[in-house]
């Protein structure tokens, strides 16, 4: 939504602000296998951790139960720990935990 134009200096164009508006958030959580060229997204209201466990079980128990062994890659997020697993998913012995890398090695940051 426009809030109108900005003061002008002589013979500068006209400029603009507009001020962003928000319409609500989700979430979407992805499952996927690339060797099998499967993939799956959930969306959900929020980001907590239940839902992240409560998206683990059903990877586990619907998407992939003949699974001997799941391997989960994720981002560094504040629900993205095993702490979030421990209760929902404690009898899950095939849940592998894995952090996704974010490119950064000690080489990296030397050379800035």
Same mark, same amino acid.
Do not use: C
């Given at each position: ?13 006209? %400029?603009?602000?507009s ?9 979407? @959580? ?7 060229? =499967?993939?799956k997204?959930r969306g959900?209201d ?5 839902? @992240?466990?409560?998206?683990?079980r059903?990877r586990?128990d619907?998407d992939?139960?003949?699974?001997e %062994? ?7 997020l ?11 998913? %404690? ?5 592998? =935990?894995r ?13 800035g």
């Amino acid at each position: 939504m426009p809030r109108g134009s900005l003061l002008l200096q002589a013979e500068q164009p006209v %400029r603009q602000d507009s001020e962003y508006e928000r319409h609500g958030v989700a979430n979407l @959580f992805l499952a996927l296998e690339p060797l099998r060229g =499967w993939r799956k997204v959930r969306g959900t209201d929020r980001r907590t951790r239940r839902d @992240f466990a409560e998206q683990r079980r059903q990877r586990a128990d619907e998407d992939s139960p003949q699974a001997e %062994r799941i391997v989960l890659v994720v981002e560094n997020l504040n629900t993205h720990g095993p702490g979030a697993l421990r209760r929902p998913l %404690r009898r899950k012995k095939r849940i592998v =935990w894995r952090r996704a890398s974010n490119g950064i090695t000690p080489r990296n940051m030397a050379a800035g």
